[in-house]
């Protein structure tokens, strides 16, 4: 009788033909799983790519300097699927790296108080990135675009990209509040005269914050990337003039003046200096009786929409802006058209308004024809007078066949705006927005806002009943049908 006719021969050849077999599956998909961890492809297949990073993107955070730890305080109530989907592919794209990685925490503030006191954060929806000793907030509101209201596109890539690159650059933006003229201080708690909380607010924000005092410098400092002046009131002599118009002509430098009604520019010596930016500020006390609170307090509505400073605001239909007394401030309609200089009308008065230049106080303020400033016919915006204005020049050198980004100057009409006691949610996105565009750290990177997909389903109570007991005896009754027609087959 033959080996392989004997039953305990098969029953061996059988058994190690199972042996076999289940080694072999192993071996599958433990060689898949290590292709999928070591070789691991990914395809996005959704319409608008909503899980792909940009090339823009890549190219820059796959060659960080430095290691980015972004910290989400994403409540389990908020619907933001974009929000923690965009910054796990962040984490992915570099997670390979060691010098440059990117890592993600996810933080419940009420939960967690100690690692939220040790943040300075209080509230769901914001966004903490964290590179060495910099450090940079975002909101989640300010990763949309608003349309009536409603979140209309997503534009996160776009914000937190930007943001990477600012917290993992080692240098830090450094603005100079300047003193020597009665201005508003930044190292004063109060609410009239001081600037402590913009300060506060600038520094959780990775700049550096100084005071600059001209009367005892000869030249301003060499890494200082914005100028603030804020409400002077007293002249600047003849040397700091110079000093101001070298810096944003020769340096490219970036200076942003408030200036409170009542002191003229002739007598602060400011007037070449805004004239060579085509900005022109009137002796006068804007009066707009359609926009008056009962503290007599300028509430401005009309905002340039596409404008970095005042896009943000238009977008989210925020509160109106809420100043003291307040100077029209207008394009110089005899500014040189050919001098290289953008400047636009950032934010504007009713069509009502008037400058009062003979204003007395306890008279009753009223439109007197020829002496009272009115809004210059064709000029934007239409029948408005300015408040704020801001100015940029960029110049073609060497016959390139693009600009080059000169200076920058913003100048409102208002010196009180940013005090500790006005600093509000808007006058505070203002003027973040102000100091972000001034030293370009609102990098336009290229990269378009996706739309938002939504999908659901409604269904009623009857709905819910069917699926219910579709699931739970439909397909496992079909299965036993299934089962059973197999058996008498088989059977037959």
Sequence with gaps: MALTDSFRAVRWIRTLNLVLQAVLVVTFFGGLNYVAKNHAWRFDLTQQRKFSLSPESLSYVKNLPRPVHVVVTLSNDEDNPEVKGLIDEYVYATEERTAGRITKESLDVYQNRRRSEELGVDQAGIIVLLSGDKRR?????????????????????????????????????????????????????????????????????????????????????????????????????????????????????????????????????????????????????????????????????????????????????????????????IPDPGRSLGAGLNVVTLAATSTNAWGERGFRAGEVPRYDPGVDTRPIAGMDPPDRLGVIVASERLAVRDNLPFSVPGGKLVVFGTGDLVANGRLDNASLLIALNAVNWAVDRDHQLAIAPRPIERFQLSLTATDFTRLRYALLLALPGAALLLGLLVYWTRRA
Excluded: C
């Design 137 to 329: 907030i975002v909101t989640v509101d300010e990763l949309y675009t608003m349309k009536d209201k409603k979140r209309d596109t997503f534009r996160g890539e776009q914000v937190l990209t930007s943001a990477i690159l600012d917290v993992s650059m080692l240098k830090r933006e450094k603005v100079y509040f300047v003193t020597g003229h009665g201005e508003l201080r930044i190292d004063n708690s109060d609410a009239q005269i001081g600037l402590s909380a913009l300060r506060a607010q600038l520094k959780v924000r990775n700049f550096e914050v100084e005071p600059l005092d001209f009367t005892a410098t000869r030249k301003i400092p060499a890494d200082a990337s914005l100028l603030v002046v804020v409400a002077p009131q007293s002249a600047f002599s003849r040397l700091e003039q110079e000093m101001l118009r070298q810096y944003l002509s020769a340096s490219a430098g970036r200076l942003m003046l408030f200036l409170h009604p009542g002191r003229s520019t002739t007598a602060l010596g400011l007037d070449d200096l805004l004239l060579d930016w085509g900005v022109l500020v009137n002796q006068d006390i804007i009066v707009d009786p359609d926009n008056l609170t009962e503290n007599l307090e300028l509430l401005v509505r009309a905002l340039a929409p596409t404008h970095p400073i005042t896009k943000s605001l238009v977008e989210s239909g925020s509160q109106p802006l809420r100043m003291g007394a307040a100077r029209s401030v």
